[in-house]
């Protein structure tokens, strides 16, 4: 196992910067996920971090040594990549050990070590199968073992997920995690699904423009975000956002107003603010803030409402389900301690 850390880390392509001089170090045995929306910058990152992509400036240490001029294979990492990247003529024994023979490592310590992670995958029956003869689900888990058998100092992983169908990526989810739990092995993982990140991860770095928004535990960024953009990514479905004006303890907007913690409220009076709630922080109740309903969506356990409040719309998940129909009124009730503020200028977050 190994920490990672990038220093100032550039990527250009020719006059194009897409990575604008990134910070921080991955602790020893960490899961960290990077996310953020497509052309962020984060498969750059961990390409960087590979070796198949050329770093403009800065440097990336692996357990305290610069490796920016090693070649991938000295890096001591092994990646899993969204394709699989299978050799289709080769069993799956065989595609699992051929990194070990490529290092004319002995071949009983291959067997050994092919056998072990198959194990630890379950992939015991299928060895003497070739990918073709094998579900997504198998192939990916066929590529973890392949990065499994070299015993790496890092696994990287880059969007393992997004071939599979919605069941088979949560099951996929838990495999990941319950692996990274007994191997203990430092892991950086590349998604674009937050709730892959925030399930999976210790730590989140969160993307944006090649340059990172913010870096919490995933309650942290989920309870505390540190601007708009952050707010607005994390957590599903996303924050409810709207401007208004702080005035006399709460936030007037919509043709209501809306409360806000006391602290916050106090140091932004008078300011334009992004007001912002989350769905399941919203309550209906009996008197409040009055909005016309949208859509009921019941799913069971909860019932998610599009709501129309001053000719914004809303989002409102509630457990349990309700009598509530399109064109009823309902009336919501805020706690003021869940709600969130930021300036209405920079998007940072007050308070």
């Known amino acids: 196992m190994a920490s990672v850390s990038f220093?100032?880390?550039?990527?250009?392509?020719?006059?194009v910067k897409v990575i604008h001089g990134i910070d921080f170090t991955i602790s020893d045995g960490e899961f960290v996920v990077l996310v953020g929306p497509s052309g962020c910058g984060k498969s750059t990152l961990l390409r960087m971090l590979a070796g198949l992509e050329v770093i403009t400036g800065g440097e990336i240490l692996i357990d305290g040594k610069v490796v920016n001029d090693l070649e991938s294979k000295d890096?001591?990492?092994?990646?899993?990549?969204?394709?699989?990247?299978?050799?289709?003529?080769m069993t799956v024994r065989e595609n699992m050990g051929f990194s070990l023979r490529l290092r004319k490592a002995d071949k009983a310590q291959t067997d050994e070590r092919v056998a072990n992670a198959a194990r630890i995958l379950n992939l015991d029956a299928l060895l003497d199968r070739y990918p073709r003869e094998l579900s997504g689900?198998?192939?990916?888990?066929?590529?973890?073992g392949r990065a499994i058998v070299r015993d790496p100092?890092?696994?990287?992983?880059?969007e393992p997920l997004s071939?599979?169908?919605?069941?088979?990526?949560?099951?996929?989810?838990?495999?990941?995690?319950?692996l990274h739990q007994r191997l203990k092995t430092t892991t950086v993982y590349v998604t674009h699904d937050q709730i892959e990140a925030m399930t999976m991860a210790d730590r989140i770095v969160v993307m944006h423009d090649g340059i990172v928004e913010q870096i919490g535990t995933p309650l942290e960024l989920f309870d505390r975000p540190?601007?708009?953009?952050?707010?607005?990514?994390?957590?599903?479905?996303?924050?409810?956002?709207?401007?208004?004006?702080?005035?006399?303890?709460?936030?007037?907007?919509?043709?209501?107003?809306?409360?806000?913690?006391a602290a916050v409220a106090r140091s932004a009076e008078g300011k334009a603010v992004h007001y912002g709630i989350r769905p399941t922080d919203v309550m209906l109740a009996d008197s409040g803030i009055p909005a016309r309903v949208v859509v009921v969506e019941p799913t069971?356990?909860?019932?998610?409402?599009?709501?129309?409040?001053?000719?914004?719309?809303?989002?409102?998940?509630?457990?349990?389900?309700?009598?509530?129909?399109?064109?009823?009124t309902v009336h919501l009730a805020i706690d003021a301690a869940k709600a969130h503020a930021f300036d209405g200028t920079s998007g940072k977050r007050l308070g």
């Open 75 to 89: 890096r001591d990492i092994a990646m899993v990549f969204q394709s699989y990247a299978l050799y289709p003529h």
């Open 153 to 158: 100092k890092v696994f990287l992983f880059d």
């Open 226 to 261: 540190g601007n708009l953009f952050v707010a607005q990514f994390i957590g599903s479905p996303a924050m409810n956002v709207f401007q208004g004006t702080v005035r006399g303890g709460a936030v007037e907007a919509l043709g209501a107003r809306w409360p806000l913690p």
């Open 137 to 144: 689900g198998q192939r990916q888990r066929v590529a973890m």
């Open 300 to 328: 069971g356990a909860e019932t998610e409402l599009l709501l129309e409040v001053g000719g914004q719309q809303l989002i409102v998940v509630m457990h349990g389900r309700t009598d509530a129909q399109p064109d009823a």
């Open 163 to 178: 071939n599979l169908d919605a069941k088979l990526r949560v099951a996929m989810r838990a495999e990941i995690k319950a």
């Open 7 to 15: 220093r100032d880390i550039q990527k250009s392509y020719g006059s």
